[in-house]
């Protein structure tokens, strides 16, 4: 039922903020059209935190960025004009297409103090949607739809499952959703897409019997038709329709390698706008400007 365990590897982004790189992965680079998975923090952040931990303005192509959040607040700012902040159980819904630029702050935390908690994935763009118009929506707790039953609670985050379809706007068949589930409890793992995979946030479940704990996600088979909690526990289970080999350097992802090095030549010329009002300062192209396939390490000093 369980094809690969991939195992996060912890990343410092600076300033104290960390994250637990899932995807991409040296042996699984892809889960059907999701392209990177961090897992932020959680990280406790003091009243009065250094401004380092904020995410400065980066740019993106090619792709969605989908962050979602159990802990804390974050502040998106982009060059589109949005400015929303993105709390617990909400979406923050950003497709950058032909590209975006956009700040991720942490202001609120830094001023009272908090943990911050939660998940940001990429979702890669179909061929024919690459160059899309950017566009960015939000989407707030009540308005997600949920559910209830025999110990599990469950909130669609994107896409279609359970029954249900989100509101956020996807390029290609999906699906994302955020479970938790009391202990003991035996919660369905959605069929019908060729590619699933589940990732424990918190605690600890088995799939067919085998164990799959806090910080791991497990790539299945299609033979895997539901999970059980072995004590209570966060799980993220996402998947959908391979939509072909991506590139990938730095914050963007294209099907041309040609495409990356010119999104890279215009963020470093400054051709790619910045986002309103948070304009002082930008994240530097990386100084190597290899572009290559996912690769497993890929470092981004940009987005979450």
């Known amino acids: 039922m ?70 804390g607040e974050m502040m998106h700012r982009d060059s589109l004009g949005c400015r929303q902040p993105v709390r617990p159980q909400e979406v923050n819904w950003m497709t950058a297409g032909r590209g975006i630029t956009h700040s991720e702050r942490l202001e609120t935390v830094r001023a ?44 669609l985050i994107a896409g279609s499952a359970y029954g249900l379809t989100a509101a956020a706007r996807t390029h290609s068949p999906l699906f994302y959703a955020h479970l938790d589930l009391g202990a003991g409890a035996v919660a369905e793992i959605p069929a019908g897409h060729s590619e699933r995979a589940v990732y424990v946030a918190t605690g600890k479940i088995e799939i067919g019997g085998s164990p799959v704990a806090s910080g791991q996600m497990a790539v299945l088979n299609q033979d895997a038709s539901r999970m059980r909690a072995v004590c209570p526990s966060t799980v993220m289970v996402l998947g ?39 304009d002082h300062e930008f994240t530097p192209l990386p100084d190597s400007g290899k572009v290559s396939p996912p690769l497993a390490d890929q470092r981004r000093s940009g987005g979450v």
Request: glycine residues 10%; negative net charge; charged residues 25%.
């Open 2 to 71: 369980i094809e690969m365990v991939i195992d996060q590897r912890r990343r410092n982004l600076g300033g104290g903020l960390e994250v637990g790189r899932v995807l991409p992965f040296a042996q699984r680079r892809m889960v059907g059209p999701f392209i990177f998975f961090d897992h932020i923090g959680p990280v406790d952040i003091a009243a009065g935190m250094s401004r380092d931990v904020d995410v400065r303005p980066h740019p993106h192509i090619g792709l969605s960025t989908v962050t979602y959040l159990f802990a």
């Open 112 to 155: 009272v103090g908090d943990r911050l908690h939660g998940i940001q994935a990429w979702v890669a763009l179909p061929i024919e949607d690459e160059e899309t118009a950017p566009a960015f929506s939000h989407h707030e707790r009540d308005d997600l739809p949920s559910w209830q039953a025999a110990g599990v609670r469950g909130h």
């Open 240 to 278: 959908g329709e391979p939509i072909g080999e991506r590139y990938l350097y730095w914050n963007f992802v294209s099907s041309s390698p040609d495409r990356l090095r010119q999104a890279a030549e215009d963020w470093k010329a400054g051709r790619m706008k910045l986002p309103d009002g948070d």
